[in-house]
């Protein structure tokens, strides 16, 4: 009830901004080119209590009208879940995928049992970062150097992640440029392994390729 009280009088107003404030920032960040759920943070704690207060409101609203007992409780139950049972089930489908081996850690155990220490190494994610024994670099998008310019290098291997190519690959009529760039890459490269997600292996498709001497 305490959140009922806050909403009348001059409380409307913080719950306008606290309101306004979520769709502002969603608006901003829906527009920026970022993949990353944890942009979306700063507006949880608000949002949670947006919910609470609607709940609470739904439940105060109900006991004003003449409603049979048993029909109001299983209405409150049914509010109750409503607000708790989507994040609930998302956070147990989170621990769940966070139990498995995604494809980065594949990639990761078939580069050190396959590759030789010392190799130079050219990595398109942050989410793979390999041991000291190896000079590796990662970037945020291969198609930044020719294939040409990574031999030049001295780059032994080269590892490519969905997460950077696959919107170009995916629709290449409206990226013409990078489509064309990266297929040069895998066309002139050759693919020693290659691990696409599954519902066992979540995680982005990474192909790790081998620069030709």
């Keep these: 009830m305490g959140l009922i009280r806050i909403a009348r009088g001059p409380g409307r107003v913080r719950w306008a901004l606290a309101v306004t404030f979520c769709l502002v920032y969603f608006w901003f960040i829906s527009r920026q080119n970022i993949v990353f759920g944890r942009y979306l943070l700063p507006i949880v704690p608000l949002v949670a209590l947006l919910i609470a207060a609607a709940v609470v409101s739904g439940v105060s609203l109900l006991r004003r009208y003449e409603i049979p007992r048993m029909a109001r409780s299983v209405l409150i139950i049914g509010l109750t879940v409503a607000a708790l049972l989507p994040p609930s089930v998302q956070a147990i489908n989170w621990d769940r995928d966070a139990a498995k081996v ?28 390999l041991p000291a024994q190896y000079r590796s670099e990662n970037v945020a998008q291969l198609r930044a150097k020719s294939y040409d310019e990574y031999v030049a290098d001295g780059v032994d291997y080269l590892i490519a992640s969905s997460q950077s190519y696959g919107p170009y690959l995916t629709s290449p009529a409206s990226f013409a440029r990078e489509y064309a760039e990266y297929e040069r890459i895998f066309a002139q490269s050759r693919e020693v392994a290659h691990f696409a997600p599954s519902n066992e292996h979540p995680g982005p498709e990474l192909r790790i390729l081998k620069v030709k001497p």
Aim: glycine content about 4%; charged content about 15%.
């Design 102 to 129: 995604s494809t980065v850690s594949l990639a990761y155990d078939w580069f050190v049992a396959h590759v030789p220490p010392g190799s130079k190494v050219t990595v398109e994610t942050r989410n793979l970062l």
